[in-house]
């Protein structure tokens, strides 16, 4: 079994619709937990980034934590085509340096 | 902020050929990360620097992999003697480091391709 568990799609969705994409993982030891964005042919652009249990919300992104279940969501409303991507969660299990990454959920919002 | 660079952009060689990469941090960042990358898959962890010092490696990095940060800025990873299944995404990514958690930036990466 993986670390980290992502549905790698694809998934399509109309513009306008409101995308949760999800991660789960097996170590309870993670702490810090991040959603990248990843364009084709480019590194992967950091989101957001949540520490333990809880929401957090930054314009249209929502990103939710629940250790308990060790699992991690992502919520985009209001989806639009340049929200077209592969999304990759990522944690890790203190401020040490290796960062484990799901391997990424490929969205497509249809116009 | 100009953001983490790194060259080239696309490297193509015969198997059995050194190749390096160099990756250029964001300038106040003292921590870097090399990561490699395969279709389909997120990045997985190689090695990663706080300034000059090397200070952890994954067991995915082989003994042909190398990594240095000679002067705690820039840093190079060079694959000598490639072989078909280096071919990969080489992403580097750069970090404050504070004692806490900060995230990590990273650069376009460079995408080797091995004939």
């Known amino acids: 079994q993986k670390e980290v568990e992502q549905d790698p799609g694809p998934l399509s969705v109309p513009e306008g619709a409101i995308v949760s994409l999800n991660c789960t993982y097996s170590?309870?030891?993670?702490?810090?937990f991040m959603w990248y964005r990843q364009y084709s042919r480019k590194g992967p652009e950091l989101l957001m980034y949540?520490?333990?249990?809880g929401n957090k919300e930054d314009g249209r992104f929502t990103a939710q934590v629940d250790k308990s279940s060790k699992y991690i969501s992502l919520f985009i409303r209001d989806s639009q085509p340049s929200d077209s991507a592969t999304y990759l969660c990522a944690m890790i299990k203190d401020y040490g340096q290796n960062f484990v990454f799901g391997p990424g959920t490929r969205l497509s919002v249809l116009p | 902020d100009t953001g983490v660079s790194q060259n080239p952009r696309h490297k193509i060689t015969k198997r059995g050929q050194n190749v390096t990469f160099r990756c250029d941090p964001i300038s106040e960042h003292n921590r870097l990360y090399w990561y490699r990358q395969t279709l389909g898959q997120g990045p997985e962890f190689l090695t990663y620097?706080?300034?000059?010092?090397?200070?952890?490696k994954s067991r995915l990095l082989s003994d042909r992999f190398s990594a240095e940060r000679p002067k705690g800025s820039f840093s190079t990873l060079e694959i000598q003697r490639t072989e078909q299944g280096d071919s990969a995404m080489y992403l580097c990514a750069s970090s404050l480091g504070t004692g806490e958690y900060q995230p990590q930036h990273f650069g376009d990466g460079t995408r080797l391709s091995i004939l």
């Open positions: 620097f706080q300034n000059e010092a090397q200070l952890e």
């Open positions: 170590n309870s030891a993670f702490q810090y």
């Open positions: 949540t520490y333990s249990s």
